[in-house]
Structure formats: structure tokens, C-alpha cells
């Protein structure tokens, strides 16, 4: 039982019941309601020194009121641990809480910080709760546990993405009341079935331009049934080592497959559309996230674990919570449409200014929604880094603070919803490094088809190596490491003499490729490889595979060599044999899962294709 379950929920900040006990280093649960402890002597905020004055930012024992509980040896008077003033983060400009800018030079000061912060009451008005903290002295000390749950990341969608919780999240009641917060949507046989740990993961972050929540009536489109406005593809390697996050631009012409949907009357399909803005994959003619879903993996080729979506209110909540988020911009900005207001330098952002910046179409760039997407990403490192950092890790009202509005700013699908199954995946998520995280976009074209230009097509020749990189997990922050690696493996592959293309003998067997692979290949290898002694054999026999090989007879090592330089097979696809061929005997090349269409390398390009945006999460960058 903690506060929560005895009724005084409304009188007690959850976030407040958790507090550090400095004999052990470890926050303990303090259930000071339950201790029949004597009510505190003197008024809230009464004799409080070092009191910051208003206008000024607040640490969580100034905003507290109340003096820490004592210990028998500390007075009113000594000076408490972590009171000394900061010389970075932030004195508020004279702006409301909710839209506050302030520059990344201004001083943060705070009163003296007690060891142990006392509970403060949540209702506006009240005076301190009828019992405070029990002393030291009058409290059966806890066995010191250790600490065998991690801090983990909780990816959410929209403009903001993602925010650090603890992997504790502390009695059962708080737990219970932050599981209610989460909003939940059945997206049938949509994605993957669940994210598995020893797999790859791929999380789709969508950010509706629905107008719902105070303050919002400015941005988005006024009759907007929730399009997908700002979507991205997290995908997250199968060893963690790195992250490839995918803005798809919502004007992007393509095509939306059919989907079922759930409703209250039933389950209902969503007849596809062809040649549509990518947007409408979500809300238009009841279209539910799931639609979004199958969409990208159209898109893509890569399947969708779950998704995670939020509205215009999670970038002012998130980037409160976590204290503001530090920008740059490359110029002084004056937007009159979104309001954004920012001298040239650094700035740190929260509330309404926040939404203004990952809003803004005007203020950077051309001017257009690509220009828009890299401010966002740009926004979107910047506030990775803070949640790494060790000021939002070490501060327990943060954390708590930061659980709260993310629970409350998610819509996720059933498989993640509870805070469970969150922290399971945010535990996998928090593996990657920044620096390994890089966020790129989708390239592409202006449409061809329009002579105002409005709306952008793929451009195949980058998309498609980009969609084989993420797909084979090479990271766009490792890739000339990698580029290296592969090129020294394929030179020690590839030693010896090659066969000329007209004398490779090949049949070809699709054994776990999608469908119609073999055909495909032997197209390509007869029309653009110059390869005509190639056979379609359809179908293998036997259980599919997961990895391409190539079977080849000693005297064959000629055109294998050939054969793997054409196709980019790794060492492992090749299997010599152990007796020559014999006659017109082929080689034998059978397809596994991992074949992504015919001209893709197996092995996945080592070399970013040219032209590819990218943001690199770990990098401060100032929007130009």
C-alpha cells in the first residue's frame, strides 16, 4: 500500500513519494501519510532559505515549500548537499511556462537542497499535508537493495519521439494509474506480432495533425480527422549497436494497400487507394495506425513491430518535462505563422515555443515540409541527448514527471500496452548509443505529374540501397567501417581469375525469397548481366531458407567468383564442393529470405548512396 491506495492521491505528487536516502544511495518509497507522525511545526515555505524569486527555474527542492525532514544532527541553518547555483541551463526569459525560450548561456539558481525532499500537496491553495516526513530517528530503517532494473527509453511518436521513465516505476497504484493513461488500438495481424529481443526492431512513430488538446486551434488543419503528418521508422539493428530513424514525408504520392480495421460494429476493410498522398494512410475513410503500418512495409520491405502515435500536445508536455530541449538556429528567426520567435545561437525550448520550432515551415531552408523534417530531427537528437544525460537520469521528479506525460501523450497498439511491455521494449531501445543513431529521409523527387509542384515521389535508384542498408542492419554511422570490412572480405572472396559473364552456367531456386524471385533473377541476370546460361528452376525443395547460397564444383570457382561479384554475396553464401563438375552441370544458386530483389547485394551495400540526408543524433547542429 502506498499513499496512493490510502486515499490521499490527490493530497500527494507521486513523484514526491520516492526520495534518496543517503546511507544506502538508493530512493526508497516514503509513505509519510502511514507513520502517524506529528504535523509539521511550521507553515509551507515559511523561513525558507535561498527561495528563488519568480521568473526564475526551480529545482524540485525549491519547488517543494517545505524543509527536508531531520536527521538529528542537521539544522534549519546547515547547508545541504547539490545548493550551489549552476552556471548553465537556464534562467527563464519573462515568458509563460508553457511557450518559455531562454538561452543556453543564462544561469540556473536554486535555494539549498535538503537530503531528503519533503511531499508537497497537489491541490492549489492547500497548506502541507496534516503529516510530514518522520524524522530519521522515528523510522525503521530499509535493507539496502541493489539496484537491478535499468532506466529505459520509451519511444513516442509525433514530433518529439522518445522519453526516458524508470525501468521501476514504483508502487503498484502510481503503476496502475500510469497503465490507464496509455491509449490503446487493435491493430489486428498489422505488424509483426510483437518485437522479439534477439531480432531486429521496427517501431512506427506517427504524429497526427489532429487539433485535440488546449492551445492547438493555430496549428495542423482545422477539420483534420488525425492525418499521419509526421512519421518516422525507427528501426533498431538486431545486436543494438545502432539505429536508422526513416522521416517519410507526408506529401509523398504512393500507394495504400487495403487494411482491415476494428470498429465498434466489427471488423471492416478499407478498400486500398493508388497513387494517394502518404498522409491519408491514416484517419481518411476510417483508416486506423494499422493502415499506416502496412503501408511502410509496402514502402519499404521492412515489417512493422509496433507503433507509437501522439498529437501536437506531447512535443509542449515532453519538452517540458524533460526541462526544455537545447536548439540552435544559424540566424535570427521571426515567424509570424508559427509564432517562432528565436534570436541566432543557441536556445532552450519547451511548451509552445517547442511545438513552434518542429512546426515551422518558414523559418529554415526552402521553406517545404523536407525542410521541416530535418528541423525536427535536428530537435529530436537534441532532445536524445538530454534524456541521456545525467541530469534527467539522476532526478527522480523528472523521470516521474517525464513517465507521466508520455504515458498520458501515447496511443499505442495493444501488443505494447501497458507499461509492462513498454519497458521491455524501451530496455531494448536504450542499448543504442546516440552517436549510432542517425536520422535520415526518405529520398525523393518532385512529382513529375504536377506543374505546381505540391507533392514528391520516391527516388528508386537512392531508396532502394537505403531500404537494403536498414534492412541488412548497416548503420549509416558505422557504414566506412564497414565499407572497409566488406571491401577487404569481398577482395580475399573474389582472388583469383573471374569468368567472363557469357560463361557462368547457373540455375536459380528460390528457397525463401518473396514470390516470383527466381524469375526475377534470371531477368536480370540475362538482361543486364550478360548472363544467358541461366535457368529458372522455380520452387527448391525442402524447408525454406534463410540465407542465399550458392553451391559450386572446384572447377566452377571461376564463375562463382563471377556470380558473387554480381550479386554481392558474401563469403558465407559460397559452397564449394568437393568433386568437379562435369559436362554442362550448372552451379546452383537457391535464394533465402535474406535475397531483397534482384541487383540488390546480398550483403547490403557497405556505401551510403549518394545524396542520402542525414542527422546523427549525437551532433549539435543549427538550423539554417
Given at each position: ?14 513523484a ?13 518509497l ?17 523561513g525558507?532559505?535561498?527561495?528563488p ?20 544532527a ?14 548553465s ?7 509563460p ?6 538561452t543556453?548561456?543564462?544561469?540556473r539558481?536554486?535555494g539549498?537542497?535538503a537530503?531528503v ?14 503529516d ?15 539496484s ?12 518529439v ?32 506480432g ?5 531480432q ?8 497526427t495533425d489532429?487539433?485535440?488538446g488546449?492551445?492547438n ?24 549497436t ?7 514525408p507526408?506529401?509523398l ?34 483508416r ?7 503501408t ?20 509542449k ?48 531552408g526552402?521553406?517545404s515540409?523536407l525542410?521541416?523534417i530535418e ?43 501497458s ?25 525523393v ?12 515521389v ?39 581469375p ?5 560463361d557462368?552456367?547457373?540455375d ?20 543486364q ?6 535457368t529458372?528452376?522455380?520452387?527448391a525443395?525442402g524447408?525454406?531458407?534463410s ?42 544458386l ?10 540488390v ?15 546523427e ?7 539554417k
Open positions: 500500500m502506498d499513499a496512493q491506495s490510502r486515499g490521499q492521491a490527490d493530497e500527494i505528487d507521486p514526491d513519494q520516492w526520495v534518496l536516502n543517503p546511507q544506502t544511495g538508493n530512493y526508497e516514503r509513505l509519510d501519510h502511514s507513520t502517524g507522525q506529528p504535523p509539521s511545526s511550521r507553515p509551507r515555505g515559511a525558507r532559505r535561498g527561495a524569486e519568480q521568473g526564475t527555474r526551480r529545482t524540485p527542492a525549491a519547488r517543494d515549500g517545505s524543509a527536508a525532514p531531520g536527521d538529528g542537521r539544522t534549519g541553518s546547515g547547508t545541504s548537499r547539490g545548493g550551489a547555483a549552476r552556471g541551463g537556464g534562467t527563464r526569459a519573462d515568458a511556462r508553457s511557450g518559455a525560450a531562454r543556453a548561456s543564462e544561469g539558481a536554486a539549498p537542497l537530503d525532499p519533503g511531499q508537497r500537496s497537489r491541490r492549489a491553495g492547500k497548506g502541507p499535508a496534516a510530514t516526513a518522520p524524522a530519521a530517528a522515528g523510522r525503521r530503517k530499509r535493507k539496502a537493495k541493489k537491478g532494473k535499468k532506466k529505459a527509453l520509451v519511444w513516442t511518436g509525433g514530433a519521439a522518445l522519453v526516458l521513465v524508470a525501468g521501476s516505476v514504483g508502487a503498484y497504484a502510481y503503476y496502475q494509474h500510469l497503465n490507464s493513461n496509455i491509449e490503446k488500438i487493435d491493430v489486428g495481424n498489422a505488424g509483426s510483437g518485437f522479439k529481443k534477439d531486429a526492431v521496427n517501431i512506427l512513430l506517427i504524429g489532429k487539433r485535440t488546449s492551445g486551434e493555430g496549428y495542423g488543419d482545422a477539420g483534420s480527422v488525425g492525418h499521419a503528418d509526421t512519421t518516422l521508422l525507427f528501426h533498431v539493428s538486431k545486436d543494438r545502432n539505429a536508422t530513424v526513416l522521416s517519410i507526408r506529401d504520392i504512393t500507394d495504400i494497400p487495403d487494411c482491415e480495421t476494428k470498429t465498434a460494429e466489427g471488423t471492416k476493410v478499407v478498400p486500398g487507394t493508388s497513387q494517394t498522398r502518404f498522409n491519408t494512410s491514416l484517419g481518411q475513410d476510417g486506423d495506425p494499422g493502415c499506416t503500418m502496412r511502410v512495409k509496402e514502402l519499404t520491405g521492412l515489417t512493422v513491430d509496433h507503433f507509437m502515435m501522439a498529437d501536437f500536445n506531447a512535443v508536455t515532453l519538452s517540458t518535462a524533460v526541462g526544455g530541449v537545447k536548439v540552435c538556429v544559424a540566424k535570427d528567426v521571426d515567424d509570424p505563422k508559427s509564432h517562432l520567435k528565436l534570436t541566432k545561437g543557441e536556445h532552450i525550448i519547451e511548451g509552445e515555443q517547442a511545438l513552434a520550432f518542429v512546426r515551422t515551415r518558414h523559418a529554415f526552402n521553406e515540409d525542410s521541416r528541423t525536427q530531427q535536428q530537435f529530436l537528437s537534441s532532445m536524445i541527448r538530454q534524456m541521456k544525460s545525467g541530469d534527467t537520469l539522476t532526478n527522480p521528479q523528472k523521470l516521474f514527471g517525464l513517465a507521466e506525460a508520455a504515458t498520458k501523450a501515447l496511443t499505442v497498439d495493444t501488443g505494447i500496452g507499461i509492462q511491455k513498454l519497458s521491455d521494449l524501451a530496455k531494448e531501445l536504450a542499448k543504442v548509443d546516440p552517436k549510432n543513431i542517425t536520422f535520415t529521409t526518405l529520398p523527387d518532385d512529382n513529375p505529374a504536377e506543374i505546381v509542384k505540391a507533392t514528391v520516391v527516388n528508386e535508384a537512392r531508396a532502394k540501397p537505403l531500404f537494403a542498408m536498414m534492412q541488412s542492419d548497416t548503420s549509416l554511422t558505422e557504414v566506412k567501417k564497414k565499407e572497409q570490412a566488406a571491401k577487404s572480405k569481398q577482395e580475399e572472396l573474389l582472388k583469383g573471374k569468368a567472363a559473364p557469357e557462368v552456367r547457373v536459380v531456386y528460390n528457397g525463401g525469397g518473396p514470390q516470383g524471385s527466381a524469375q526475377e533473377t534470371l531477368a536480370w541476370l540475362q538482361n548481366e550478360g548472363v544467358p546460361k541461366s529458372n528452376k522455380g520452387n525443395p524447408a525454406d531458407l540465407k542465399t547460397t550458392l553451391e559450386y564444383a572446384p572447377n566452377q570457382a571461376d564463375q562463382a567468383r563471377a556470380l558473387a561479384d554480381m550479386m554481392g554475396l558474401p563469403a558465407a553464401a559460397l559452397k564449394p564442393g568437393t568433386r568437379d563438375a562435369e559436362g554442362l552441370e550448372a552451379m546452383t537457391t535464394l533465402g529470405a535474406d535475397f531483397k530483389g534482384a541487383g547485394p546480398i550483403t547490403g551495400p557497405a556505401k551510403a548512396p549518394e545524396g542520402v540526408q542525414k542527422v543524433a549525437d551532433k549539435q547542429v543549427c538550423a
